[in-house]
Nanobody, 129 residues
Framework: EVQLVESGGDLVQAGGSLRLSCGGP????????VAWFRQAPGTEREGVSC???????YYAESLKGRFTISSDKAKNTVYLQMNSLKPEDTAVYYC???????????????????????WGQGTQVTVSS
């Protein structure tokens, strides 16, 4: 059984940075594609970024250049580095894992919640102005 646990959420001022982490029991980086989603109050959960088991990365267009996803195979952990944070980045951030398919399969589907079998509980990111 795979369990995902997120950490790293915090209260930060606009312009600041945070690094979120995702890992947990049963989770092996090489066997999954992992995505970060976020959900602000009253909004739909939206895809932020995804990294496949072979290292391909995808980003929401609006977040390119500020957010970076990476993985550490030795630690079986996926990270989301968030820079130049804005108040509109305030949300609960979730990581999700999909048993690995070929990278090309994720090109159009990575942002779809339905392809992910495992979800963490979320970590709160609050950006003050």
């Amino acid at each position: 059984e795979v369990q995902l646990v997120e950490s790293g959420g915090d209260l930060v001022q606009a312009g600041g940075s945070l690094r979120l982490s995702c890992g947990g029991p049963g989770f092996i980086v090489d066997k999954f594609a992992v995505a970060w989603f976020r959900q602000a109050p009253g909004t739909e959960r939206e895809g932020v970024s995804c990294i496949t088991s072979d290292g391909n990365t995808y980003y929401a267009e609006s977040l390119k250049g500020r957010f970076t996803i990476s993985s550490d195979k030795a630690k079986n952990t996926v990270y989301l580095q968030m820079n130049s944070l804005k108040p509109e980045d305030t949300a609960v951030y979730y990581c999700a894992a999909s048993p690995a398919h070929t990278s090309s399969w994720y090109t159009k589907l990575w942002g779809s919640k339905n392809i992910y079998d495992y979800w963490g509980q979320g970590t709160q990111v609050t950006v003050s102005s």
